[in-house]
């Protein structure tokens, strides 16, 4: 059964840093790309984060470019976010999910997410 449970999420202050973490189970991480998004309050979820199936490329939205890095350890079947210099509009529930084809019902499959709040 696919499973993702993230952590790591808490409160900063603006400027400081912060390490996501996504355990993934149920299947294999290097079997496909893994996604990581964040929903702010009061808005969509928008992807934020993408990392090749081969793991050789990740692919940044542009308001975090520079500042996130998208990681993974197959071993332990995580995915990582290092998230640097946060500011006013990270604030969100962050999720990972693997990117499954589009008729597979695992897609519908999410995990709790993890909260950063960013405040002075």
């Known amino acids: 059964q696919v499973q993702y449970v993230e952590s790591g999420g808490r409160s900063v202050q603006p400027g400081e840093s912060l390490t996501l973490s996504c355990a993934a189970s149920?299947?294999?991480?290097?079997?496909?790309?893994m996604t990581w998004y964040r929903q702010p309050p009061g808005k969509e979820r928008e992807i934020v984060a993408v990392?090749?199936?081969?793991?050789?490329?990740?692919v940044y939205r542009d308001t975090v470019k520079g500042r996130f890095i998208m990681s993974r350890d197959s071993a332990k079947n995580t995915v990582y976010l290092q998230m640097n210099s946060l500011n006013p509009e990270d604030p969100a529930l962050y999720y990972c999910k693997a990117a499954w084809p589009k008729s597979d019902m695992r897609g519908n499959i999410w995990g709790q997410g993890t909260q950063v709040t960013v405040s002075s």
């Open positions: 149920g299947f294999s991480i290097d079997n496909y790309a």
């Open positions: 990392m090749s199936r081969a793991g050789d490329n990740v």
